[in-house]
Structure formats: C-alpha cells, structure tokens
C-alpha cells in the first residue's frame, strides 16, 4: 500500500477548474446513437478537439504558469516538445503576458513550428539525432532563469488536466466508468484523482496503443518500465516512460490499462468524421476506440470518454482512413 501522499489532490484540481474559467474552452460533450449501439452503454464523449490549440494540453499548461511566482513569470518558461504541448505553452504564455521558449526537433513538421511560433514563442531548433533536447532545455533554463514545464510530470500540469473529467461529471452527472487516452499518464492522473472525488466508485481505465503500452506494464508490475520510442501512429502517446509523479496516482486510483491498434485508432477516426461529424487526431481516439471495441464489458453502463485532442496532418487522413479498410 503506497502511504505516500500525491503531488496533487481534488483541491487542486478545483483550484484550476476557477484559474481556467473564462480562458479554457468549457468543451462540449457529445453523444451518438450509433456510439451507443456498437458499444452496448451510454458513451459521454468530451471533446478536446475543441479545446483552445485543438488539445486539453491548454489546460495544465495554463494553470501551471498561472501558478508561478511573479519572478518566474518575469523570467519566462521552457518547454520541449514538438506536439500539443509546446503550442499550448506557448499560447497560454502569450495569454499571459509570459515569454515562451520551445526546443523542437530540426525536423518537426513546418506547420507545427509556424504554429508555435505564431502563438509568439521563441523556437529553438535541436539535433534529434545527436542532441539532448531535455539537457539543451535545462542549459538555457539555468542560463536565463526560465521555468521548466514538463508535458506530465508537473502538479499544477496534472491538476489543469484533471478538470477535463471534473467539467465531463459536472455535465452528465455520476459515472460508472471513464476511459482516457494515455501517453505520459498527465491526463488519466488527473482525471482519476477528479473521478475519484466527484464520482466515487466509477471505474477509471487508461488507453495506450498497443505498440507503447508502457504504462500498461508498469501498472502490471509495479515498475515504471521504460519502452523504444513506440511505432504508431498515436504520437501523442509515444512517450518511453509513465512519469514519477503520474504513475502512484494511477496505481492508487486505475484499474487498468487497455490497449487499441493502430487500425482500431484509424477505424475510430472514420467514425467521427463519419458519424459525428468531427475532426479527431489518432491519439485522441484512444480512449472511443477501446469503448467501440468492447475491450472491456460495458454493458448498461454510463461511460465517460475523453477525446483528447483533434490535431492532425490534413494531408494524412486520406492515408489513416485507407489503413482503416485495410
Ligand atoms: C499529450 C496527449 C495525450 C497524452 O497525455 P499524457 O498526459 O501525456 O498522458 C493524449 N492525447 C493527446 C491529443 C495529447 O496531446
């Protein structure tokens, strides 16, 4: 039994909930018919695809820098990253009157760095190959005094996020499960902390593509397993290792960890546009696609399921609604 306490409680996530009001988009939760027939339950979907920079990632991002002492904030903040995370930091930190540094990859795509550096932030370009971003951020860290904010593995980041499922119990009233998409554990941490306090009793699951199921092994066998950078199409969950500050809080309020293929993301994704008329990124068909897939037995039930974010390549749906027929 881990006595230990977390880095973060319900009141902190109440705490964001009030710092997020009136900037954070209070995104819509949908329902289908057709969802609900496949899957054999109430399916609640709450779309973060309509979040500000089409990902929940505004949510922790914003409520940590928010959180920062008025040096910090002069001073500025870092992040690494080339995805949802580092356009959320950066727009959260415009939003706030904060300067922003992002390290990205030399090879990052051309609208994802035109993003970030639309939002006002400084880029600065690394090596992937031959450079530690994580050692160049935290040079320039201590050079210029900045603030490092991490994707997951930060309490104000956790408790930003954990308001997505607090918004969703709000809304639809209690749960008996709730299904959430799974990288480096920021979301499904602070989502089970908020499940657990505003829904007692409902089943929390976390989804992970199978060919990064890390946190998966990690909850099965009490470690924290570190994984090659996983092949899928789910980017967003492509992380190596289940944070130090995620992983006791999963183990305290998750159940388990489930995984989803590639194609079962790509099927997901033609079932949105198809049927729900929305633009939804691989990653963010993590937690629908373990729901429409009856991973695990749903019968009856009134499921929440977090849509993660809608962030993807135009120019690659025609590709990912092709492998779905495949
Ligand atoms: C970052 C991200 C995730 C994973 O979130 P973690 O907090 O790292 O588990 C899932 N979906 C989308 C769209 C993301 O951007």
């Known amino acids: 039994m881990n006595t230990t306490?977390?880095?973060?409680?319900?009141?902190?996530?109440?705490?964001?909930?009030?710092?997020?009001?009136?900037?954070?988009?209070?995104?819509?939760?949908?329902?289908?018919?057709?969802?609900?027939?496949?899957?054999?339950?109430?399916?609640?979907?709450?779309?973060?695809?309509?979040?500000?920079?089409?990902?929940?990632?505004?949510?922790?991002?914003?409520?940590?820098?928010?959180?920062?002492?008025?040096?910090?904030?002069?001073a500025g903040v870092?992040?690494?990253?080339?995805?949802?995370?580092?356009?959320?930091?950066?727009?959260?930190?415009?939003?706030?009157?904060?300067?922003?540094?992002?390290?990205m990859p030399h090879d990052a795509p051309a609208t994802k760095l035109a993003a970030t550096r639309g939002y006002g932030a400084?880029?600065?370009?690394?090596?992937?190959?031959?450079?530690?971003?994580e050692a160049i951020a935290e040079r320039l860290a201590t050079e210029q005094g900045l603030t490092v904010i991490p994707p997951y593995n930060y309490p104000q980041v956790i408790a930003g996020q954990g308001t997505a499922a607090k918004e969703l119990i709000e809304e639809v009233g209690q749960l008996d499960i709730l299904l959430v998409c799974t990288g480096g554990g920021g979301l499904l941490s602070g989502c089970a902390v908020a499940a657990h306090h505003w829904s007692p009793g409902c089943r929390v699951f976390g989804v992970e593509p199978l060919a990064g199921n890390d946190v998966q092994q990690s909850l099965r066998s009490g470690n924290r397993v570190h994984i090659p950078v996983p092949l899928t199409i789910a980017d967003g969950a492509q992380t190596q290792q289940v944070g130090q500050l995620t992983f006791p809080i999963i183990q305290q309020y998750v159940e388990d960890i489930l995984t989803v293929t590639d194609k079962q993301l790509c099927q997901q994704m033609r079932f949105f546009m198809e049927r729900m008329k929305i633009v939804v990124e691989p990653t963010g068909c993590l937690a629908a696609a373990a729901?429409?897939?009856?991973?695990?037995?749903?019968?009856?039930?009134?499921?929440?399921?977090?849509?993660?974010?809608?962030?993807?390549?135009v120019d690659k749906i025609e590709q990912y609604l092709s492998m779905a027929r495949e």
């Open 122 to 133: 400084n880029v600065v370009i690394y090596q992937r190959h031959s450079e530690d971003r």
């Open 5 to 74: 306490p977390h880095c973060i409680t319900a009141s902190d996530i109440a705490k964001a909930a009030e710092i997020l009001q009136g900037h954070a988009i209070r995104t819509p939760v949908m329902t289908s018919h057709q969802a609900d027939e496949i899957a054999g339950a109430r399916l609640f979907f709450k779309c973060e695809n309509f979040q500000c920079i089409g990902a929940f990632k505004f949510r922790g991002a914003y409520n940590a820098i928010s959180q920062l002492t008025q040096t910090q904030r002069r």
């Open 78 to 103: 870092i992040a690494f990253s080339s995805g949802n995370h580092a356009q959320a930091i950066a727009l959260a930190a415009r939003e706030l009157g904060v300067n922003a540094t992002i390290v």
């Open 291 to 313: 729901a429409m897939n009856r991973l695990i037995d749903l019968h009856g039930k009134k499921v929440g399921v977090i849509v993660s974010g809608g962030n993807v390549d």
